[in-house]
């Protein structure tokens, strides 16, 4: 069956994004894709944007369009645009960037000759702005073969934030996580996890927006000091895959001070990846004590709240007395006192900013061009040697 036998669902989800929206919805009609629908779902936003989604679902037959009636967040969006879709194929676009000609047609055809179930793009081009002439680019380089799940831990690691895949995978995959801020980065680890292959489609361009009027949902979840702690909420559906040493290494870490770009738990995962430590090998055995923190997860995610906190105490007795385990322990005290699950997260969120001092923040602003975030930190690193 040829390319443009199948439909694509383009699913952008719209946040106060009336400046950059327009041009994201043009790069839709230069795919070269015969059959494809564009889905806007408006999450709460507060400027024009809801309108403007109305003109341009009048001007395109091509566009449907949804609106959330308070903001629900990234992950919770981008499900309900997909579950809307009609498509055989999705691709999330956020409402800041674009692609470039011919992207989705090009990586469409990639995915039907590798029999693959998403493919994601080779270049990403940060820009300033409105200025997309003056960009950095970043490539995923692994051509040669599919991506697997410590592919994440490279450094540089793959990026699969925006990508194209079919909606049984999506589906297979349950979706992108609601309960924390980073929505995509947790939904690539789900989707490698439950064993969708993924290629990278060599030539295909994808445009990022790294200075825009207003801030992306990672951008928000960083500069509020929560880097460490969305990472940890990313990681738990994969516990079962990590070593003894990482297991320790998430237990014990200081998942609400130790969250900047340069000091983090995603940081600490990818030095014991480097060193081999970060997976658990055929041979070896999950030690009793992260056995039982693993199994106070799983009962947790169950809604065993009681099961859960028996295994929390357990690893208290244990030794394990690290920030995480008393994260889980809030969470399940949440979930005890009747908490709807699906607020739990944005509770305990609430409680632990009224008990803990902020960590400083090092970086005013998150940045998405890397480049420019490793001179901000080499700045600041100098200022600490002098001051």
């Known amino acids: 069956m040829s390319t443009n036998s199948y439909k694509v669902s383009i699913v952008i989800p719209c946040y106060n994004s009336s400046q950059t929206l327009e041009e994201a919805v043009n790069s839709c009609f230069s795919q070269g894709l015969d059959h494809f629908e564009i889905i806007m779902i408006d999450d709460g936003s507060t400027d024009e944007t809801p309108r403007l989604m109305e003109t341009l679902a009048k001007k395109h037959k091509e566009i449907k369009v949804f609106f959330n009636k308070e903001n629900k967040g990234g992950g919770a969006t981008r499900n309900i645009g997909i579950n809307a879709a009609d498509g055989e194929f999705i691709c999330c676009l956020d409402s800041d960037n674009y692609f470039t000609?011919?992207?989705l047609h090009q990586m469409v055809s990639h995915l039907i000759k590798k029999s693959a179930d998403g493919v994601a793009f080779h270049e990403r081009r940060f820009f300033n702005g409105n200025n997309p002439n003056r960009y950095t680019s970043l490539f995923n380089t692994v051509l040669d073969r599919s991506i697997n799940i410590s592919d994440?831990?490279?450094?540089?690691?793959i990026?699969?934030?925006?990508?194209l895949f079919?909606?049984?995978s999506f589906l297979k995959t349950q979706g992108y996580p609601e309960h924390h801020g980073f929505d995509t980065q947790g939904f690539e680890i789900r989707y490698l996890s439950a064993g969708n292959i993924v290629y990278i489609c060599p030539g295909s361009i994808f445009y990022h927006r790294q200075v825009g009027k207003n801030q992306s949902?990672?951008?928000?979840?960083?500069?509020?000091?929560?880097?460490s702690l969305n990472y940890y909420l990313c990681i738990e559906d994969i516990l079962d895959l990590f070593s003894n040493t990482a297991l320790k290494t998430i237990t014990i870490f200081d998942i609400f001070k130790k969250t900047t770009l340069n000091d983090n738990l995603f940081v600490a995962l990818k030095i014991l990846h480097k060193k081999n430590l970060?997976?658990?090998?055929?041979?070896?055995e999950i030690d009793e004590s992260m056995q039982i923190f693993i199994q106070a997860i799983e009962t947790y995610k169950n809604q065993n709240y009681d099961k859960s906190l028996d295994y929390l105490r357990v690893c208290l007795k244990n030794g394990l007395s690290g920030k995480t385990i008393y994260y889980n322990m809030l969470r399940v005290a949440k979930g005890l006192s009747g908490t709807e699950k699906c607020l739990i997260e944005k509770e305990v969120s609430l409680l632990i900013e009224g008990m803990l001092t902020k960590p400083e923040i090092l970086y005013k602003k998150y940045y998405r061009n890397p480049?420019?975030?490793r001179i901000i930190s080499a700045v600041f690193n100098l200022r600490q040697k002098f001051s």
């Open 159 to 163: 990026l699969l934030d925006n990508f």
């Open 217 to 227: 949902y990672f951008e928000r979840e960083y500069n509020a000091g929560n880097f």
């Open 152 to 157: 994440l831990f490279t450094d540089p690691n």
């Open 101 to 103: 000609p011919n992207s």
């Open 278 to 284: 970060l997976f658990r090998k055929k041979s070896e």
């Open 166 to 168: 079919t909606k049984k």
């Open 371 to 373: 480049f420019l975030n």
